[in-house]
């Protein structure tokens, strides 16, 4: 074991604090990453607070982790010390499950291994995340950082973006769609900038009219304001897909009416339980309801290189390890354009 600093909660009710943490030694598949910019992402806060009732103390938070890397194992094909690289939300699975074979190793029949908060498969030790100044990590959940990307920058798409960039994929979404995005936070602005991005028309859905000017500079052609009902009224049917990007319990029933037939609504944002809505809504549209979680590596390796492609970056603000406490409360209040970003080179 290796003493590595970091940043942790070590209650629920603390703030993060300096923690020393251990990180195994090298296995022959490992790599390990010197971090230098990991992103804050409100699941950070809900597990340091224990608001899902299942947090292991100490808990070190991040995982939208981007690093250099200083030494892989004797097995290690796919990355050398210097590379740019980055660790996004999982560092195993099961590997053998169905989903796992088949690419998807978010949904791992066995439940892949979280950054942070989980148990690492070979020797029962809690995973830390991205808070700290390095990480070790198999070499298949390590995603390489293309060139022309900003890693000040790239952290947030390894969640935020991914969990936009997967629903759309799926959507088929591209040339002609088109996208309507509720919420305009931490994974809608990524969902507008790569929605357009892939050639869609996008439209922001949002309650918050002083958001249209920064709706439309992401790259949305309109702005619908969701308390507006009679705007709401003259856009049902008009969409192909609307992408539910807000996080907190909320009538569907508003989203579904903006599709047309086969149209889609994908929750990224509600994790709770949906209010009840009347089937006839389903049933008269052939409309789809679903949802999607993160994205696999093959998805984070793809939104990397379309970003690195495209010239798209996150909208962050970097702040200082000395700063994670202020942050989190200024996330609370939507305080942020639109992911903050910790400077971890600010630990030393």
């Known amino acids: 074991?290796?003493?590595?600093?970091?940043?942790?909660?070590?209650?629920?009710?603390?703030?993060?604090?300096?923690?020393?943490?251990?990180?195994?030694?090298?296995?022959?598949?490992?790599?390990?990453?010197?971090?230098?910019?990991?992103?804050?992402?409100?699941?950070?806060?809900?597990?340091?607070?224990?608001?899902?009732?299942?947090?292991?103390?100490?808990f070190v938070p991040g995982h939208e982790i981007v690093g250099r890397v200083s030494a892989v194992g004797s097995a290690v094909t796919k990355h050398q010390p210097g590379d740019l690289v980055a660790v996004g939300c999982?560092?195993?699975?099961?590997?053998?499950?169905?989903?796992?074979?088949?690419?998807?190793?978010?949904?791992?029949?066995?439940?892949?291994?979280?950054?942070?908060?989980?148990?690492?498969?070979?020797?029962?030790?809690?995973?830390?995340?991205?808070?700290?100044?390095?990480?070790?990590?198999?070499?298949?959940?390590?995603?390489?950082?293309?060139?022309?990307?900003?890693?000040e920058r790239a952290g947030p798409l390894l969640c935020a973006g991914v969990t936009a960039w997967s629903a759309l994929r799926h959507a088929d979404v591209g040339p002609g769609t088109k996208v309507a995005v509720a919420g305009l936070g931490g994974i809608g602005h990524m969902a507008v900038k790569l929605?357009?991005?892939?050639?869609?028309?996008?439209?922001?859905?949002?309650?918050?009219?002083?958001?249209?000017?920064?709706a439309l500079e992401l790259g949305a052609c309109d702005v619908l304001i969701s308390s507006d009902a009679d705007a709401m009224g003259?856009?049902?049917?008009?969409?192909?897909?609307?992408?539910?990007?807000?996080?907190?319990?909320?009538?569907?029933?508003?989203?579904?009416?903006?599709t047309g037939l086969d149209g889609k609504v994908i929750v990224l944002g509600m994790i709770d339980m949906v209010p009840s809505f009347h089937s006839g809504i389903l049933l008269m549209g052939r409309r789809v309801l679903t949802a999607s979680a993160i994205g696999s590596i093959r998805e984070t390796q793809e939104v990397l290189d379309f970003c690195a492609e495209k010239g798209i970056n996150s909208d962050c603000e970097t702040i200082s390890v000395s700063q994670i406490n202020e942050a989190f409360e200024r996330m609370e209040r939507s305080d942020v354009k639109y992911r903050f970003v910790i400077d971890m080179g600010t630990m030393a």
């Open 1 to 58: 074991m290796t003493q590595t600093r970091a940043y942790a909660a070590l209650s629920a009710g603390q703030t993060v604090k300096p923690h020393m943490i251990d990180r195994r030694e090298l296995r022959p598949d490992d790599v390990v990453m010197d971090i230098l910019y990991c992103g804050i992402c409100h699941t950070d806060l809900h597990m340091a607070r224990n608001d899902w009732g299942h947090t292991m103390y100490p």
């Open 90 to 151: 999982m560092v195993d699975s099961c590997r053998t499950c169905a989903p796992c074979q088949a690419g998807e190793e978010h949904y791992c029949a066995n439940q892949f291994t979280g950054t942070y908060g989980g148990l690492d498969r070979h020797d029962g030790t809690p995973t830390y995340g991205g808070y700290s100044e390095r990480i070790v990590v198999s070499e298949d959940f390590v995603l390489r950082v293309p060139e022309g990307l900003d890693p």
């Open 195 to 214: 929605a357009a991005g892939l050639g869609a028309e996008v439209t922001v859905v949002t309650t918050s009219p002083g958001k249209r000017d920064d």
């Open 234 to 258: 003259a856009a049902m049917g008009r969409f192909d897909v609307v992408i539910d990007t807000i996080p907190v319990q909320h009538d569907l029933s508003p989203y579904l009416m903006l």
